[in-house]
């Protein structure tokens, strides 16, 4: 397996972040340009999140990692797979490119570089739909790398197509993700003060998974052979 130096490695997690969001932001706007049919604009919204998803982990994961996201970053890191120092670099190129993501999008449909968003995401159950998905993303990719590593990206992209349409907050589970949704006020936008929610649901929803996952993907007891005793008459 090739080892890329770690220049390369947070240049695959600051573009792979920002053509994630330029995916997500930039299908939401051409969503909202060709119908006002709000579950119609989902669908539109969804299903190319998921697609890209399958393509930037397929043909960057062998790179980096594939992150994406400082909450599967923090929680390699809390494997000691990534050393902190490494972490903190790779949060910030996910963070940066997520935000390069949606200026690319907003230049591709002639709107302004970045437009602060307006539209509410808090309260309770929006914020427990964030743990919901940030858990549910971080198990399937542990159980993914323990039983089907080659079948992640897909994995990973369905969970995501999924998630969208069962959470209530149409699953960001990303921070840097959401960070970057916080400057487009356009469908796939969120106030930037309803992030601190946000951000503090889907890490404590990552560290959860990782919790969970970690005791429940733990090799199994070797256990004797089974003996069958004969009892004689």
């Not at 969804?46 to 994406?68: E, Q």
Request: net charge neutral.
């Amino acid at each position: 397996m090739d080892t890329f130096d770690f220049s390369r490695r947070l240049t695959a997690e600051a573009l792979g972040t920002g053509v994630l969001v330029a995916t997500v932001v930039g299908s939401g706007i051409m969503a909202e340009t060709l119908t006002k049919d709000i579950a119609l604009a989902l669908l539109c919204n969804t299903l190319p999140t998921g697609a890209i998803l399958v393509v930037l982990i397929t043909v960057l994961g062998p790179i980096s990692g594939a992150h994406f996201n400082p909450a599967v970053t923090l929680v390699f890191t809390g494997k000691r797979e990534l050393p902190p120092q490494e972490a903190v670099l790779y949060v910030i190129a996910q963070i940066a490119g997520g935000i390069a993501g949606t200026m690319a999008a907003h230049l591709m449909f002639a709107l302004p570089v970045v437009d602060f968003s307006m539209k509410t995401r808090t309260g309770g159950a929006q914020w427990f739909a964030e743990f919901v998905a940030a858990f549910g993303l971080i198990a399937t990719i542990l159980a993914g790398i323990r039983f089907q590593r080659t079948a992640v990206p897909w994995l990973v992209g369905l969970f995501i197509t999924a998630a969208y349409w069962f959470t209530a907050s149409t699953s960001f589970a990303n921070p840097a993700v959401a960070i970057a949704r916080s400057l487009t006020n356009t469908f796939a936008g969120i106030r930037p003060m309803d992030l601190p929610g946000f951000i503090v649901a889907e890490l404590c929803g990552a560290f959860v998974g990782m919790l969970l996952m970690n005791w429940l993907l733990g090799r199994p007891e070797v256990r004797g052979p089974v003996k069958i005793v004969e009892t004689s008459r």
